[in-house]
């Protein structure tokens, strides 16, 4: 397991070698099939209403997929996350000692891109605005890359100098430094628990934390909802005086997504209440830059409806198992995709599902095995 996940960040990295995310795969399926055996759980014991919320998920992603066939290669993406989700279940128990194999590949990304960074711009660093991903494709696949990479050193990585320097200097730089401005934002959240991580375990102060929690993800979706608006009522105007052309939030990119996302629906909205409830197809003959928007184009409000009880079961097993550590690095990498997911297909792209995903069903398994305890 260790060298598996060690080695999935340099995979994404690696981006345009598509066959390793192939081998990825089928090195899944094999440890899958493994530890299945290895184990022997009782599946009728082990089985959760998470896990239902999954099979259903995968039944309306097949249906949707029945409909077009062409889209082969979505549909074995999304089903991938899936896979890590049943990774999480059956290797629940092994994934944390995995830290120091995650922290070092951390580091490693963070660093090989810092210095093809400082290879390329020189003694002009700090006047970068876009630094075209770097080793990535674009720069928000790179920001994402920090971001995941920041949360697995600061609640993986040994206490030191370098670790901080990495944390508080070199991270923030890779991120700031970019034109990534959704990324910037999450980042900033990411902070934010991870304050509230040290509030509670360092400091005692549980309540206080799990109030803050609260109204961090009652802002974030606020926020989700308020960036949709204009797709319904076609009129940004309101984002526009809000962020203007600032650096973090320019409203031409959004203005730029409004546009990509209502050229879709013109093309083909869905229509009756069975298109409602069940969705299109994967195929929406336009690419769909929103997680949110593909998911009730494809498999509908019943589909779009079991990914939000996912949603919850996972973060209701996540805040009630004694493993605090679990809880606040899975709040972090769900608000790291479902918040990439509002102007990104998340789902899609396994370098933004797969851990979300994993540690999904690592907790779900965690807060089991304490009920039976």
Same mark, same amino acid.
């Given at each position: ?35 299945? @055996? !290895? *184990?022997? =759980? ?6 959760? %209403?998470?896990?239902?919320? #999954? &099979?259903? +998920? ?109 944390? @508080? !200097? *070199?991270? =923030? ?6 034109? %990534?401005?959704?990324?910037? #934002? &999450?980042? +900033? ?111 509908? *409000? ?72």
């Amino acid at each position: 397991m260790s060298v598996f996940l060690f080695l999935k960040p340099f995979v994404d990295l690696l981006y345009g070698f598509q066959w390793l995310d192939v081998a990825m795969v089928v090195l899944a399926v094999c440890m899958l099939f493994y530890q299945y @055996l !290895l *184990v022997r =759980p009782d599946v009728k014991k082990m089985f959760r %209403a998470a896990d239902a919320a #999954v &099979l259903l +998920l995968v039944l309306c992603l097949t249906a949707a997929f029945l409909r077009d066939t062409a889209t082969w290669q979505t549909y074995i993406k999304v089903l991938s996350a899936f896979l890590m989700y049943f990774m999480g279940r059956l290797y629940y128990d092994r994934i944390l000692e995995c830290g120091d194999a995650l922290a070092l590949s951390s580091y490693l990304i963070i660093y090989i891109n810092f210095i093809h960074r400082i290879l390329t711009f020189g003694s002009k660093l700090l006047q970068v605005t876009n630094a075209d991903g770097d080793l990535y494709f674009y720069d928000t696949d790179l920001a994402y890359a920090m971001v995941l990479a920041f949360i697995f050193v600061s609640m993986f990585a040994r206490n030191s100098v370098f670790k901080y320097v990495t944390l @508080l !200097l *070199v991270c =923030p730089y890779m991120i700031f430094w970019s034109d %990534a401005g959704i990324q910037m #934002v &999450l980042f +900033l959240a990411v902070v934010l628990v991870l304050v509230l991580y040290i509030l509670e375990v360092a400091l005692h102060r549980k309540t206080f934390a799990m109030i803050g929690m609260g109204a961090l993800i009652a802002g974030l979706l606020l926020c989700v909802v308020f960036l949709y608006l204009p797709v319904f009522t076609g009129n940004a105007s309101g984002i526009t005086s809000l962020f203007g052309d600032n650096s973090i939030l320019n409203v031409t990119h959004m203005e730029t997504r409004y546009a990509e996302w209502q050229e879709v629906f013109a093309v083909r909205r869905p229509e009756g209440a069975a298109e409602v409830l069940f969705g299109l197809g994967l195929n929406t003959q336009l690419p769909l830059k929103s997680l949110y928007l593909k998911a009730f184009y494809s498999i509908g *409000v019943l589909g779009a409806a079991m990914g939000v009880l996912l949603i919850i079961f996972a973060f209701h097993a996540a805040n009630r198992t004694q493993e605090r550590k679990s809880f606040y690095i899975t709040m972090m990498l769900a608000i790291l995709m479902l918040g990439s997911g509002v102007t990104f297909n998340t789902m899609e792209t396994t370098q933004m599902s797969w851990f979300v995903m994993l540690f999904a069903g690592m907790v779900i398994s965690s807060q089991g095995q304490q009920t039976e305890q």
